[in-house]
């Protein structure tokens, strides 16, 4: 009989470089949890030498397919979504490299907390060698989901299940991760474990930078969702959030600087002379 393996990692790929695409699948090849199946699909990659690369690798639990036509990335994840047969779903991306002991960890704690639906991790950057943290406790990743991801998704690990719940959607491509994310807010909690289990490569080609203006409109459309469907909880997260501005003379001087948090203003002049300080209205 088969046996389902424990994880599923999901790995779309498009004309990725022959390096980065080498680096990231033997990365998980490399696991010290080895009971996975990697799932590559190649949404229609117009570069040939793709295939080639992932073809080369003879390992059983590398398992690949081809998109008869496009898809998109929104598209491709929910492809391999249905392809996966484990009990967890690992993200990762064609690009990145996950650290050897990254599966372990996530299905460890996963395992021993099982009303965690999403968990994530700290991340390095390549280039930089920036160390990437996010918030790590449910309560505190939730609040910070109002405004913005507090999950990589590229680092994260679901239960197979929370697709159930929700999916990848093409009208919030390219920030349908912090769509998911959002979708799944009442529906689990989340946790970042507070290690590095994952290398981010951050170049001049990724999403965020191509598509960095329509990510912010995407993402401003998923906070207003978010409010409409979870009134409390954004409430909650006004409550708690620090939210600074500032007014410059002539682009460049420092006249105004006003802080706010919960129902608390304070103004400063040229950041440096108090001018007044107060209870606010929240505005939701």
């Not at 409430?235 to 919960?262: D, I, M, N, Q, W």
Request: charged letters at 25%.
């Amino acid at each position: 009989m088969y046996k389902h393996p424990t994880v599923s990692v999901l790995m779309p790929v498009y004309n990725t470089q022959e390096s980065h695409l080498r680096e990231a699948i033997e990365s998980i090849l490399k696991q010290t949890h080895t009971d996975f199946e990697l799932l590559i699909l190649n949404d229609c990659s117009t570069d040939p030498n793709v295939e080639r690369v992932v073809l080369s690798y003879q390992d059983k639990r590398v398992k690949y397919e081809k998109n008869e036509r496009n898809l998109g990335i929104s598209g491709s994840r929910n492809k391999l979504v249905r392809m996966a047969r484990g009990k967890y779903v690992a993200v990762m991306d064609h690009d990145d490299v996950s650290l050897p002991g990254r599966l372990a960890a996530q299905v460890a704690y996963l395992e021993q907390n099982p009303d965690i639906g999403v968990v994530g991790s700290f991340a390095h950057e390549l280039l930089s060698g920036k160390t990437l943290t996010q918030p790590v406790e449910d309560e505190d990743i939730k609040a910070a989901m109002i405004f913005r991801s507090s999950i990589f998704h590229p680092a994260a690990m679901l239960r197979r299940s929370m697709f159930k719940l929700a999916e990848y959607e093409e009208t919030y491509t390219p920030a349908e991760d912090y769509a998911l994310w959002c979708r799944l807010l009442p529906h689990t909690r989340f946790h970042n474990i507070p290690e590095i289990l994952f290398a981010y490569r951050n170049h001049k080609n990724n999403t965020s930078h191509l598509q960095k203006r329509r990510t912010a409109e995407v993402s401003e459309r998923i906070r207003g969702f978010v409010k409409r469907e979870n009134p409390e909880l954004y409430a909650e997260a006004l409550e708690r959030a620090t939210v600074t501005t500032r007014v410059s003379l002539f682009g460049f001087l420092p006249f105004l600087t006003c802080t706010r948090k919960g129902g608390r203003c304070s103004c400063k002049l040229f950041n440096c002379i108090p001018l007044w300080t107060g209870k606010t209205k929240t505005i939701v």
